[in-house]
């Protein structure tokens, strides 16, 4: 493993992150989920876990991914000596998932013991592997002020919508729209009440964090310009 970055945690806060794995990869095809696949020898999600754990300041690093792949995924913690990790079983939906990575800091009930709550945890995808510490502490920063934040890049195609007819409906203008990228991070307390208050519409067909904070926290997030490394797979 490579040695940890010595930065301090931006603002002074605590910080911890949220990593989904559970994933089915359906969009990539084949048998293993997209997560699990090896990159060079080495399975996608691990790359990501390092990207984290490598940052000092952040203290817990938690993955959350599917029950029949909990072993899998501790297999690959031992196997290239994971450090702050802790493996939590997901929901049926990114959303679930997310929620149920979060209970470890706030619910006895989900976890046998808890871990220390965060003032702000990033979330980011396990299959996003090049993240960079400065643009993670551009994030936390963001948060710590105004209590959400994400990356964004610049949307590569032009996005338009079909008529119910199958013909073109309209086109958006490129310039004024952005891709929502990872990684993301909140105050805790804010995203946590999100979550506890989101319906069950939310948490089977949502999509977007930064949503949930702005819906039910009225907190709108601050947007931070991310690199082109932060591509999803």
Known sequence: MEPDSRGAAPGGVSVSA??????SGERLGGATPKQFCAVQGRPLVSYAVRAMERISWISDVIVVVSPENIETMKTIIEKYDHKKVTVVEGGITRHRSIFNGLKVFAENEFSSHLLQKPEVVIIHDAVRPFVEEDIVSKVVMAA?????????????????????DGFLDHSLERARYRASEMPQAFLFDIIYEAYQQCTDYDLDYGTECLHLALKYCKTNARLVEGTADLWKV
């Open 144 to 164: 710590k002020e105004h209590g959400a934040a994400g990356a964004i890049r610049p949307l590569v195609s032009t996005v338009i919508a079909s008529a119910a």
């Open 18 to 23: 949220v990593l989904p794995a559970g994933g």
